[in-house]
Every structure is written in structure tokens, then in C-alpha cells.
């Protein structure tokens, strides 16, 4: 079946320096990828998202770039903080045989600081 | 805004015993609304799913069960709990065209 899968597992990372974090899909139809940031005992965040129209989106100090040749996306954090330790997701959406679409995530790095 | 609870946070249950776990969303209408569990240290396993009221798709066969009784309350049912159902649930909402999903804090459940 489709899936969505990461790089790496684990991340660790000093403090102030860039984080990069690897994500591949393998569904060339999935039109919208979506990063989640979850801290330990609680739910998934929105962090950034992108349409598959897009190569690069930017927010407050990360970014996303999709590669669609390669389905392949990465979440890039600038100036990593203790702050930022997490477990990092992305999410493909898919759409359904009815009007739904169901998130399908990977099975998320853990970024240490 | 929209907000959205889950409860509750944490649950520890006998083998054996029945589960509710209610979520409900505010300040929206006719969200989807979803169910998903996550295993320690791993990626979120989408459950049930549903895009109105008594309409609930399964995505994965289970000991669960979900209902919708209302436009925005989603249940998460079981009438016996096994050992393999102890993880950690979330439920999330979309809108209608459903793309960005927005997550409860979740229910860590034990049974034990």
C-alpha cells in the first residue's frame, strides 16, 4: 500500500545550529504534505504545509521544500532551541473513494537538542 | 475559534472492561472527525473516520468500535478491552474539504 516514511529515526542537534529533517512518500497522486511537531504526552501541532503546486514554503524559522521528481520533503529549522525537541511528523494527504481525505503519517523523527 | 476535547487524558483499565472515549469539537460545523492510535515511539495509525453524523468508516479491524451521535461528538468504543488496545489516542477534526487535521491532547490508555 502507500505509505509515507522517514529517513531517520532520531536527530540531535546543537543548539543554535540548522536541523534538517527527511520525509519520502511514495504516492505520486498525494497533493498536500503537512509537518506536525508533537511534545512528549500531548497531540500533534501544525507546524508548516505545502501543495504539491509548490517547491519551497516559508514561516517563522522553517521551511519546507518538496521535491515531487523524488517525493521527497524535508522540514528545515533554522537556529534549533531546546525548545524545538520533538517528535517531528509529515503527512500526505490522500484523497478517499468518498469526500473524506485521511491524513497518512510516517512514523516521525525524534529531534533532540 | 475552533477548539477540540478529548477526555480522558489518562485512562488505566482492566482486561476485560468496557472503553468510552469522547472527543468533541467547538466553534465549527460538520468537521470530519477522526480517531487514531500511536504505539510507543511510533507514527499515528488512522482507526475510524467519519463525514457526518452515524456515518463512521473503519480503517483497520479491531477490537474499537466509533460513533458519531452528534455533528460534533465522536466516540471511541469497546466492549472489551484487550492488552494489545493499551496505547496512546488521538482525536482530530478537519474541515469538510479536510485537509489540515487539528488533534485533541489525546488519552494514553493502560489496561492492565
Known amino acids: 500500500g502507500e505509505s509515507v516514511g522517514l529517513h531517520l529515526p532520531t536527530l540531535s542537534v546543537q543548539e543554535g545550529d540548522n536541523s534538517i529533517i527527511n520525509c519520502a512518500y511514495s504516492?505520486?497522486?498525494?497533493?498536500?504534505f503537512i509537518w506536525y511537531k508533537q511534545e512528549s504526552g500531548k497531540g500533534p501541532q501544525f507546524i508548516i504545509d505545502?501543495?504539491?503546486?509548490?517547491d519551497k514554503r516559508q514561516g517563522q524559522r522553517v521551511t519546507v521544500l518538496l521535491n515531487k521528481t523524488v517525493k521527497h520533503l524535508s522540514l528545515q529549522i533554522a537556529a534549533t532551541q531546546p525548545g524545538d525537541s520533538a517528535v517531528y511528523f509529515c503527512?500526505?494527504?490522500?484523497?478517499?473513494?468518498?469526500?473524506?481525505?485521511?491524513?497518512?503519517f510516517g512514523s516521525g523523527t525524534q529531534l533532540t537538542v | 475559534s475552533q477548539t477540540i476535547h478529548q477526555w480522558p487524558a489518562t485512562l488505566v483499565q482492566p482486561v476485560g472492561s468496557p472503553l468510552s472515549l469522547e472527543c468533541t469539537v467547538e466553534?465549527?460545523?460538520?468537521?470530519?472527525l477522526y480517531w487514531y492510535r500511536q504505539a510507543a515511539g511510533r507514527g499515528l495509525q488512522l482507526l475510524f473516520y467519519?463525514?457526518?453524523?452515524?456515518?463512521i468508516s473503519s480503517e483497520v479491524p479491531q477490537n474499537l468500535s466509533a460513533s458519531r451521535p452528534q455533528d460534533r461528538q465522536f466516540i471511541l468504543s469497546s466492549k472489551k478491552l484487550l492488552l494489545s488496545d493499551s496505547g496512546f489516542y488521538l482525536c482530530?477534526?478537519?474541515?469538510?474539504?479536510?485537509?489540515?487535521?487539528?488533534f485533541g491532547q489525546g488519552t494514553r490508555l493502560t489496561v492492565v
Open positions: 503527512a500526505e494527504n490522500l484523497k478517499s473513494s468518498g469526500s473524506a481525505r485521511q491524513l497518512t
Open positions: 505545502i501543495r504539491s503546486n509548490m
Open positions: 466553534g465549527t460545523s460538520n468537521p470530519n
Open positions: 482530530a477534526w478537519t474541515w469538510t474539504a479536510g485537509e489540515q487535521a487539528f
Open positions: 467519519s463525514v457526518g453524523i452515524g456515518q
Open positions: 504516492n505520486s497522486a498525494s497533493d498536500y
